[in-house]
T-cell receptor
């Protein structure tokens, strides 16, 4: 099984940077995903890490350390539309079905 | 356009009734999933299917049933045995291969009245 922990809520100002941490404990590991979910909507894919290091996509970056069971999502130049819940999800390497286990999500509130 | 279509978007169920949520995808994905989300909580896996006519229970399958008669379709029935069915239900699909991303439909809100 897996235990995935991320902070419940974070608040930041428009234009600032926010870092959302995610720690996980798994019996195996085969990738970590970040999703963005606006209230009442479906999650949308942001990033995927399977090897250690930083993946950058525009204003969003995601980092992974497999030895530490740790990832973070970095949101730069925050915009009001970035106010959403950010979900960390892990794929267990023992799982041949490829299903994901999700954390509870981090609600990011961007203020003017 | 390709995608995952869920219907209905909003559904009200009376106590003791079974209801079925539809999920259709035209992405030619092999794997399909149903997740449940409660307010302020993460997604929990109900059922998943890798191929037609085969499916597996997830973490919270009690009170739910599914079928996979066609590759494109994976309907979820919420039965009267599910004691607390009010939630947001998300269908998802994925290409074969563990490195591929799961994509979600728009979700269905189910409320018991």
């Amino acid at each position: 099984g897996q235990n995935i922990d991320q902070p419940t809520e974070m608040t930041a100002t428009e234009g600032a940077i926010v870092q959302i941490n995610c720690t996980y404990q798994t019996s195996g590991f085969n990738g970590l995903f970040w999703y963005q979910q606006h209230a009442g909507e479906a999650p949308t894919f942001l990033s995927y890490n399977v090897l250690d290091g930083l993946e950058e996509k525009g204003r969003f970056s995601s980092f992974l350390s497999r030895s530490k069971g740790y990832s973070y999502l970095l949101l730069k130049e925050l915009q009001m539309k970035d106010s959403a819940s950010y979900l960390c999800a892990v794929r267990d390497s023992t799982d041949s079905w490829g299903k994901l286990q999700f954390g509870a999500g981090t609600q990011v509130v961007v203020t003017p | 356009d390709g995608g995952i279509t869920q219907s209905p978007k909003y559904l009200f169920r009376k106590e003791g009734q079974n209801v079925t949520l539809s999920c259709e995808q035209n992405l030619n994905h092999d794997a399909m999933y149903w997740y449940r989300q409660d307010p302020g909580q993460g997604l929990r896996l109900i059922y998943y299917s890798q191929i037609v006519n085969d499916f597996q229970k997830g973490d919270i399958a009690e009170g739910y049933s599914v079928s996979r008669e066609k590759k494109e379709s994976f309907p979820l029935t919420v039965t009267s045995a599910q004691k607390n069915p009010t939630a947001f239900y998300l269908c998802a699909s994925k290409e074969t291969g563990t490195g591929n991303t799961i994509y979600f439909g728009e979700g269905s809100w189910l409320t018991v009245v």
